[in-house]
């Protein structure tokens, strides 16, 4: 069985990060995306660390949840810090094995690659966690409004972008469904070479774009049977309110920016 990806889902609570208006959880984790970046030696990296470290504190999602959900990415981490080890000169050799040889720049550059990947993914993924498909989609409404004035569609990318979202953990589900279906069948998705392993997998995409373009139909179908015309006009059941711990989790992201700005140096 396929382990089941944890972003895209969300999980009920009354953390204080459930609490916060989806404006300044998108507007945080968007800006956080951009200020990983301005981290460049252990100190930076260690109070990148230390917030993402309390945010999932403050979330109120189990550890263990979250860990389980990243299992599919470590991969990817996996193979990203590999390739810098092998491929990055510098700074003298710490291990020779054969045609592998480890330099100190590899060691390092693939030891923070990794570590800026796993919080970018970990403060993705508290996002979709803590802020509910709707509360999302109307989050991202609102701070895309302003751009309507030039005949940006803010309501329909803000729907777009949800659904999306939304739809990461079913058909991952779907996919596990056709797997196990298969495997029922005779097929073997283990044995034999890398390329001989990739085609082995043709069956299993033919039916998930077909389940995919099957969902989605009647997902239109649906929205148009409740009279679905798009944003305008449309009211909400739950209104939007900005609150003294929205301007903190940004003034916290400033300061962040600041000390980041100053470990630079």
Request: charged residues 15%; proline residues 5%; contains cysteine.
């Amino acid at each position: 069985m396929i382990q089941n990806p944890i972003l895209g889902q969300y999980v009920p609570g009354d953390s204080p990060l459930h609490r916060l208006d989806p404006r300044a959880k998108l507007l945080f984790v968007f800006c956080f995306m951009v200020v990983v970046f301005l981290a460049n030696n252990g100190a930076s990296y260690g109070l990148l660390a230390g917030v993402t470290v309390l945010a999932v504190g403050l979330s109120g999602v189990p550890v263990w949840m979250i860990l389980r959900g990243l299992k599919p990415i470590l991969y990817l981490i996996l193979l990203t810090a590999i390739l810098h080890l092998w491929l990055t000169r510098g700074g003298g050799v710490i291990l020779e094995w054969g045609p592998f040889i480890i330099h100190r720049n590899g060691a390092l550059q693939a030891g923070w690659i990794s570590l800026r990947f796993l919080i970018l993914i970990l403060m993705g993924t508290l996002l979709t966690l803590t802020t509910s498909p709707i509360a999302l989609t109307d989050g991202l409404e609102r701070l895309l409004s302003p751009l309507t004035r030039i005949g940006v569609p803010a309501h329909e990318l803000a729907l777009m972008m949800s659904i999306a979202l939304r739809f990461i953990p079913t058909l991952w589900e779907e996919t596990d469904k056709i797997i196990k279906a298969q495997r029922a069948r005779g097929a073997d998705f283990e044995s034999g070479g890398l390329y001989k392993r990739a085609k082995s997998y043709l069956p299993v995409l033919i039916p998930l774009f077909i389940s995919s373009f099957r969902r989605a139909e009647d997902l239109a179908l649906a929205m148009e049977a409740r009279g679905y015309r798009g944003g305008r006009g449309r009211t909400r059941i739950r209104e939007l309110h900005w609150g003294r711990a929205d301007t903190v989790s940004l003034l916290i992201l400033a300061l962040l920016t600041v000390g980041l700005l100053w470990l630079r140096n």
